[in-house]
């Protein structure tokens, strides 16, 4: 069964401390990873899609990266808006997204 | 460009009660629809997709039900709500892949809407 699982569940930040978000999954055959931002009460927004190990992708403070069982968003220098529940899905067989539990961010200005 | 709703944006309701669900999609046409369900602190759980109009795939048994009755309308439905049938709902399209199966293309998801049963 696929699986999706994502570290840390909570990062606190100050602003413009950069760090790591890390999503791995178990599904052979990606067919695709895709990165979401979540505010409280709100449906989630599309960041990235990563496709093949090595690829790299990147929006303002953020950068998405793909190996064969992992994928990170970078992020550089926040600042408190980039607060905000980051989630990682897989499309695997049938192509269905499985989705990790997100990990919840703090940017304290 | 597309435009995802869904309605209402918050629903309280007994025990026992029937529940409908709404979501439409402007600007595309014969979309892929999603519904997830999200519980407080937990990942998106898939319930239910749609590839064409009257066409459902449930993907976990449970108390809800779901009908695409036009090209870019997603109903949820229950007949009595459960108290665990608590939490976020939430709605996504994507571009059909021209096939009689869900899409790789990105989804795109709705407002949601957050349903509490008392």
């Known amino acids: 069964e696929d699986q999706v699982t994502q570290s840390p569940e909570a990062l606190r930040l100050q602003e413009g401390e950069s760090s790591s978000l890390n999503c791995s999954y178990t599904?052979?055959?990606?067919?695709?990873l895709f990165w979401y931002r979540q505010d409280p009460g709100k449906g989630p927004e599309f960041l990235f899609t990563l496709y093949s190990a090595g690829e790299e992708k990147e929006k303002e403070r953020l950068k998405a990266t793909l190996t064969k069982k992992e994928s990170f968003l970078h992020i550089t220098a926040p600042k408190p808006e980039d607060s905000a529940t980051y989630l990682c899905a897989d499309l695997g067989a049938g192509n269905m997204l499985t989705f990790g539990g997100g990990t919840r961010l703090m940017v304290k200005p | 460009s597309q435009t995802i709703h869904q309605w209402p944006a918050t629903l309280v309701q007994p025990v026992g009660s029937p529940l409908s669900l709404e979501c439409t999609v402007e600007?595309?046409?014969?979309?892929?629809l999603y519904w997830y369900r999200q519980a407080a602190g937990r990942g998106l759980q898939l319930l239910f997709y749609?590839?064409?109009?009257?066409?459902i795939s449930s993907e976990v048994p449970q108390n809800l039900s779901a009908s695409r009755p036009q090209d870019r309308q997603f109903i949820l439905s229950s007949k009595k709500l459960l108290l665990s049938d608590s939490g976020f709902y939430l709605c996504?399209?994507?571009?059909?892949?021209?096939?009689?199966?869900?899409?790789?293309?990105?989804?795109?998801f709705g407002p949601g809407t957050r349903l509490t049963v008392l």
């Open positions: 996504a399209w994507n571009l059909a892949s021209g096939r009689a199966r869900a899409s790789t293309d990105t989804q795109y």
């Open positions: 749609s590839v064409g109009i009257g066409q």
């Open positions: 599904v052979s055959g990606l067919r695709g």
């Open positions: 600007g595309t046409s014969n979309p892929n």
